[in-house]
Protein backbone atom coordinates (compact mmCIF):
# COMPACT_ATOMS: atom_id res chain seq x y z
CA UNK A 1 0.00 0.00 0.00
CA UNK A 2 2.54 2.74 0.79
CA UNK A 3 4.30 1.53 -2.40
CA UNK A 4 1.10 2.32 -4.35
CA UNK A 5 0.43 5.45 -2.36
CA UNK A 6 4.27 6.35 -3.26
CA UNK A 7 4.00 6.18 -7.08
CA UNK A 8 0.17 7.81 -7.55
CA UNK A 9 2.20 10.49 -4.79
CA UNK A 10 4.13 10.76 -8.05
CA UNK A 11 2.29 11.70 -10.78
CA UNK A 12 0.88 15.18 -9.47
CA UNK A 13 4.57 16.04 -9.17
CA UNK A 14 5.98 14.92 -12.62
CA UNK A 15 3.26 16.48 -14.08
CA UNK A 16 3.57 19.15 -12.10
CA UNK A 17 6.83 19.78 -13.31
CA UNK A 18 6.10 19.30 -16.91
CA UNK A 19 3.68 21.94 -16.72
CA UNK A 20 6.01 24.49 -14.92
CA UNK A 21 8.68 23.20 -17.65
CA UNK A 22 6.11 24.31 -20.35
CA UNK A 23 4.84 27.58 -18.85
CA UNK A 24 8.97 28.11 -18.66
CA UNK A 25 9.32 27.21 -22.42
CA UNK A 26 6.23 29.70 -23.46
CA UNK A 27 8.09 32.64 -21.04
CA UNK A 28 11.48 31.77 -23.09
CA UNK A 29 9.63 32.21 -26.63
CA UNK A 30 7.93 35.23 -24.95
CA UNK A 31 10.88 37.43 -25.03
CA UNK A 32 12.13 35.67 -28.05
CA UNK A 33 9.86 37.17 -30.18
CA UNK A 34 11.03 41.14 -30.14
CA UNK A 35 13.99 39.70 -31.79
CA UNK A 36 12.70 37.20 -33.70
CA UNK A 37 10.31 39.98 -35.13
CA UNK A 38 13.45 42.37 -35.80
CA UNK A 39 15.21 39.21 -37.16
CA UNK A 40 12.71 38.36 -40.03
CA UNK A 41 11.42 41.77 -40.80
CA UNK A 42 14.68 43.74 -40.74
CA UNK A 43 17.09 40.89 -41.88
CA UNK A 44 16.21 37.84 -43.51
CA UNK A 45 12.81 39.94 -45.17
CA UNK A 46 15.44 42.55 -46.83
CA UNK A 47 17.60 39.68 -48.02
CA UNK A 48 14.79 38.05 -49.58
CA UNK A 49 13.56 41.05 -51.92
CA UNK A 50 16.97 42.27 -52.51
CA UNK A 51 17.69 38.82 -53.81
CA UNK A 52 14.39 39.25 -56.13
CA UNK A 53 15.55 42.67 -57.27
CA UNK A 54 19.29 40.97 -57.96
CA UNK A 55 16.87 39.54 -61.17
CA UNK A 56 15.45 42.79 -62.12
CA UNK A 57 15.79 46.43 -63.21
CA UNK A 58 14.93 47.94 -60.48
CA UNK A 59 15.31 52.37 -60.37
CA UNK A 60 13.59 53.02 -56.93
CA UNK A 61 10.51 55.29 -58.64
CA UNK A 62 8.99 52.31 -61.16
CA UNK A 63 8.03 48.74 -60.23
CA UNK A 64 10.83 46.10 -60.90
CA UNK A 65 11.30 44.42 -64.34
CA UNK A 66 12.38 41.36 -64.47
CA UNK A 67 15.52 40.48 -66.49
CA UNK A 68 16.89 36.84 -65.44
CA UNK A 69 20.58 36.79 -65.02
CA UNK A 70 21.27 40.08 -67.18
CA UNK A 71 22.63 41.42 -64.11
CA UNK A 72 25.38 39.11 -63.43
CA UNK A 73 26.53 38.43 -67.21
CA UNK A 74 26.71 42.55 -67.53
CA UNK A 75 28.68 42.66 -64.14
CA UNK A 76 31.18 40.02 -64.95
CA UNK A 77 31.58 41.21 -68.80
CA UNK A 78 30.23 44.56 -69.42
CA UNK A 79 31.65 46.48 -66.51
CA UNK A 80 34.75 47.09 -66.41
CA UNK A 81 35.26 49.11 -63.50
CA UNK A 82 33.28 46.23 -61.66
CA UNK A 83 36.45 44.58 -62.14
CA UNK A 84 38.88 47.19 -61.40
CA UNK A 85 36.53 47.67 -58.07
CA UNK A 86 37.22 43.74 -57.24
CA UNK A 87 41.06 43.34 -58.19
CA UNK A 88 41.42 46.49 -55.81
CA UNK A 89 39.25 44.92 -53.01
CA UNK A 90 40.98 41.95 -53.26
CA UNK A 91 44.53 43.63 -53.00
CA UNK A 92 43.40 45.56 -49.92
CA UNK A 93 42.13 42.62 -48.46
CA UNK A 94 44.96 40.04 -48.92
CA UNK A 95 47.90 42.57 -48.28
CA UNK A 96 46.31 44.77 -45.50
CA UNK A 97 44.72 41.63 -43.65
CA UNK A 98 48.03 39.62 -43.20
CA UNK A 99 49.77 43.00 -41.94
CA UNK A 100 47.13 43.61 -39.39
CA UNK A 101 47.29 40.34 -37.35
CA UNK A 102 51.04 40.15 -37.89
CA UNK A 103 51.25 44.04 -36.01
CA UNK A 104 48.33 42.93 -33.45
CA UNK A 105 50.08 39.41 -32.73
CA UNK A 106 53.69 41.32 -32.26
CA UNK A 107 51.89 44.13 -30.05
CA UNK A 108 50.17 41.70 -28.36
CA UNK A 109 53.28 39.50 -27.09
CA UNK A 110 55.34 42.45 -26.40
CA UNK A 111 52.11 43.24 -24.03
CA UNK A 112 51.87 40.25 -22.72
CA UNK A 113 55.48 40.30 -21.57
CA UNK A 114 55.25 43.80 -19.81
CA UNK A 115 53.41 43.88 -16.57
CA UNK A 116 53.74 47.50 -15.55
CA UNK A 117 51.57 49.83 -17.33
CA UNK A 118 50.03 47.00 -19.37
CA UNK A 119 46.40 48.34 -18.89
CA UNK A 120 47.18 51.91 -20.21
CA UNK A 121 49.10 50.56 -23.41
CA UNK A 122 46.22 48.44 -24.09
CA UNK A 123 43.85 50.65 -24.08
CA UNK A 124 45.57 52.95 -26.13
CA UNK A 125 45.83 50.21 -28.84
CA UNK A 126 42.57 49.47 -28.70
CA UNK A 127 41.56 53.13 -29.30
CA UNK A 128 41.92 53.30 -32.82
CA UNK A 129 39.78 49.94 -33.36
CA UNK A 130 36.76 51.15 -31.53
CA UNK A 131 37.26 55.00 -33.39
CA UNK A 132 38.99 53.87 -36.70
CA UNK A 133 35.54 53.91 -38.81
CA UNK A 134 34.27 57.18 -38.12
CA UNK A 135 34.20 59.73 -40.19
CA UNK A 136 36.14 62.11 -38.36
CA UNK A 137 39.13 59.41 -38.19
CA UNK A 138 38.56 59.19 -41.72
CA UNK A 139 38.82 62.97 -42.45
CA UNK A 140 41.71 63.08 -40.11
CA UNK A 141 43.91 60.74 -42.41
CA UNK A 142 43.19 62.28 -45.00
CA UNK A 143 44.31 65.55 -44.45
CA UNK A 144 47.23 63.94 -42.72
CA UNK A 145 48.34 61.99 -46.38
CA UNK A 146 47.05 64.77 -48.69
CA UNK A 147 49.74 67.41 -50.21
CA UNK A 148 51.47 69.69 -47.90
CA UNK A 149 50.10 67.58 -45.07
CA UNK A 150 51.87 66.21 -41.91
CA UNK A 151 53.07 62.84 -43.75
CA UNK A 152 54.68 64.87 -46.90
CA UNK A 153 56.52 67.62 -45.01
CA UNK A 154 57.75 65.00 -42.78
CA UNK A 155 59.08 63.06 -45.65
CA UNK A 156 60.10 66.40 -47.68
CA UNK A 157 62.25 66.92 -44.18
CA UNK A 158 64.48 63.62 -45.57
CA UNK A 159 64.53 64.39 -48.88
CA UNK A 160 61.72 62.43 -49.80
CA UNK A 161 59.35 64.35 -52.16
CA UNK A 162 56.45 62.17 -53.30
CA UNK A 163 53.55 64.77 -52.54
CA UNK A 164 50.39 63.83 -51.42
CA UNK A 165 49.35 60.14 -51.10
CA UNK A 166 45.65 60.71 -51.58
CA UNK A 167 46.03 61.85 -55.29
CA UNK A 168 48.33 59.72 -56.12
CA UNK A 169 47.88 56.62 -57.73
CA UNK A 170 50.41 54.45 -56.44
CA UNK A 171 50.12 55.29 -52.95
CA UNK A 172 46.53 55.85 -52.41
CA UNK A 173 45.64 52.02 -51.78
CA UNK A 174 49.58 51.72 -49.29
CA UNK A 175 47.57 54.54 -47.32
CA UNK A 176 43.95 52.94 -46.97
CA UNK A 177 46.01 49.73 -45.94
CA UNK A 178 47.87 51.85 -43.73
CA UNK A 179 44.38 52.93 -41.87
CA UNK A 180 43.33 49.39 -41.41
CA UNK A 181 46.76 48.16 -39.93
CA UNK A 182 46.23 51.44 -37.43
CA UNK A 183 43.02 49.35 -35.99
CA UNK A 184 44.82 46.44 -34.94
CA UNK A 185 43.45 47.04 -31.86
CA UNK A 186 40.43 44.72 -31.67
CA UNK A 187 42.49 41.57 -32.86
CA UNK A 188 45.56 42.25 -30.72
CA UNK A 189 43.25 42.00 -27.80
CA UNK A 190 41.59 38.75 -28.73
CA UNK A 191 45.73 37.47 -29.28
CA UNK A 192 46.72 38.67 -25.81
CA UNK A 193 43.61 36.89 -24.44
CA UNK A 194 44.68 34.05 -25.95
CA UNK A 195 48.40 34.41 -25.14
CA UNK A 196 47.50 34.42 -21.30
CA UNK A 197 45.84 30.89 -22.05
CA UNK A 198 49.36 29.08 -23.07
CA UNK A 199 50.87 27.09 -20.05
CA UNK A 200 54.31 28.24 -19.70
CA UNK A 201 55.28 24.40 -18.91
CA UNK A 202 55.47 24.78 -22.55
CA UNK A 203 58.08 27.14 -22.81
CA UNK A 204 60.39 25.58 -20.26
CA UNK A 205 59.97 22.36 -21.72
CA UNK A 206 60.94 24.70 -24.91
CA UNK A 207 63.87 26.13 -23.16
CA UNK A 208 65.07 22.73 -21.85
CA UNK A 209 64.96 21.31 -24.93
CA UNK A 210 67.74 24.21 -26.32
CA UNK A 211 64.89 25.92 -28.08
CA UNK A 212 65.41 29.78 -28.81
CA UNK A 213 63.25 32.64 -29.26
CA UNK A 214 62.26 31.96 -32.83
CA UNK A 215 62.23 28.45 -32.38
CA UNK A 216 59.89 29.03 -28.89
CA UNK A 217 57.82 31.10 -31.16
CA UNK A 218 56.98 28.62 -34.11
CA UNK A 219 56.86 25.45 -31.92
CA UNK A 220 54.59 26.83 -29.14
CA UNK A 221 53.07 30.13 -29.58
CA UNK A 222 51.83 29.77 -32.98
CA UNK A 223 50.42 25.88 -32.49
CA UNK A 224 48.82 27.04 -29.62
CA UNK A 225 47.49 30.18 -30.98
CA UNK A 226 46.36 28.82 -33.93
CA UNK A 227 42.19 28.36 -32.69
CA UNK A 228 42.64 32.26 -32.23
CA UNK A 229 44.39 33.41 -35.09
CA UNK A 230 41.54 31.32 -37.21
CA UNK A 231 38.81 33.48 -35.24
CA UNK A 232 40.99 36.82 -36.35
CA UNK A 233 41.51 35.60 -39.86
CA UNK A 234 38.04 34.81 -40.47
CA UNK A 235 36.86 38.14 -38.57
CA UNK A 236 39.05 40.36 -40.22
CA UNK A 237 38.73 39.03 -44.36
CA UNK A 238 35.21 39.87 -43.69
CA UNK A 239 35.41 43.15 -42.43
CA UNK A 240 38.38 43.85 -44.97
CA UNK A 241 35.88 43.54 -47.88
CA UNK A 242 32.77 45.50 -46.10
CA UNK A 243 35.13 48.45 -46.01
CA UNK A 244 33.39 51.61 -47.20
CA UNK A 245 33.53 54.79 -44.47
CA UNK A 246 37.17 55.87 -45.23
CA UNK A 247 37.10 55.20 -49.06
CA UNK A 248 34.29 57.36 -49.21
CA UNK A 249 35.42 60.38 -47.58
CA UNK A 250 38.91 60.13 -48.64
CA UNK A 251 37.34 60.20 -51.89
CA UNK A 252 34.43 62.53 -51.61
CA UNK A 253 32.62 59.88 -52.62
CA UNK A 254 34.17 59.43 -56.00
CA UNK A 255 36.30 56.09 -56.16
CA UNK A 256 39.16 58.27 -56.94
CA UNK A 257 42.03 58.98 -58.37
CA UNK A 258 41.37 56.92 -61.10
CA UNK A 259 39.14 54.62 -59.62
CA UNK A 260 41.56 53.16 -57.24
CA UNK A 261 39.43 53.88 -53.58
CA UNK A 262 36.95 52.36 -55.92
CA UNK A 263 36.71 49.02 -53.50
CA UNK A 264 33.53 46.96 -53.80
CA UNK A 265 31.07 47.96 -51.56
CA UNK A 266 31.50 51.95 -52.45
CA UNK A 267 31.02 50.89 -55.93
CA UNK A 268 28.38 48.91 -55.14
CA UNK A 269 26.39 52.17 -53.41
CA UNK A 270 27.28 54.16 -56.34
CA UNK A 271 25.29 52.06 -58.86
CA UNK A 272 22.48 51.52 -56.02
CA UNK A 273 21.90 55.22 -54.83
CA UNK A 274 23.43 57.46 -57.08
CA UNK A 275 22.56 55.84 -60.56
CA UNK A 276 19.69 54.42 -59.28
CA UNK A 277 20.52 50.83 -60.29
CA UNK A 278 19.30 49.24 -57.82
CA UNK A 279 18.41 45.76 -59.36
CA UNK A 280 22.51 45.78 -60.47
CA UNK A 281 23.25 46.94 -56.83
CA UNK A 282 21.97 43.97 -55.30
CA UNK A 283 23.34 41.40 -57.80
CA UNK A 284 26.76 43.01 -56.44
CA UNK A 285 25.64 42.82 -52.76
CA UNK A 286 24.53 38.66 -53.00
CA UNK A 287 27.96 38.08 -55.60
CA UNK A 288 29.86 39.45 -52.32
CA UNK A 289 27.94 37.35 -49.37
CA UNK A 290 28.84 34.34 -51.84
CA UNK A 291 32.15 35.34 -51.86
CA UNK A 292 32.55 35.71 -48.41
CA UNK A 293 30.29 32.38 -47.82
CA UNK A 294 32.71 30.75 -50.07
CA UNK A 295 35.62 31.63 -48.19
CA UNK A 296 34.21 30.98 -44.52
CA UNK A 297 33.69 27.62 -46.14
CA UNK A 298 37.23 26.88 -46.85
CA UNK A 299 38.80 28.17 -44.19
CA UNK A 300 36.36 25.72 -41.65
CA UNK A 301 36.69 23.12 -44.08
CA UNK A 302 40.71 23.45 -43.78
CA UNK A 303 41.49 24.38 -40.22
CA UNK A 304 41.64 20.86 -39.06
CA UNK A 305 44.96 21.02 -41.41
CA UNK A 306 46.13 23.98 -39.19
CA UNK A 307 44.15 24.70 -36.03
CA UNK A 308 44.87 23.23 -32.79
CA UNK A 309 42.73 22.70 -30.36
CA UNK A 310 43.18 22.11 -26.81
CA UNK A 311 42.40 18.40 -25.56
CA UNK A 312 42.82 16.94 -29.46
CA UNK A 313 45.02 14.77 -30.36
CA UNK A 314 46.90 15.05 -33.36
Do not use: C
Amino acid sequence: MRQVRRAEAKVPTTAGRRAHNRKETVAGYGFLVPWLIGFLGLTVGPMIFSLYLAFTKYNLFTEPEWIGLDNFVRMFTEDPNYIQSVQITLVYVLVGTPIKLAAALGVAMLLNYRDRGSGFFRSSFYAPSLIGASVSVAIVWRAMFSTDGPVDDTLSFFGIDIGGWVGNVALVIPMMILLAVWQFGAPMVIFLAGLKQIPQELYEAAEVDGAGPWHKFRNVTIPMLSSVIFFNLLLELINAFQVFASAYIISNGSGGPAGMTNFYTLYLYKRGFADLQMGYASAMAWVLVIVVAIIAFILFKTQKSWVHYAGENR
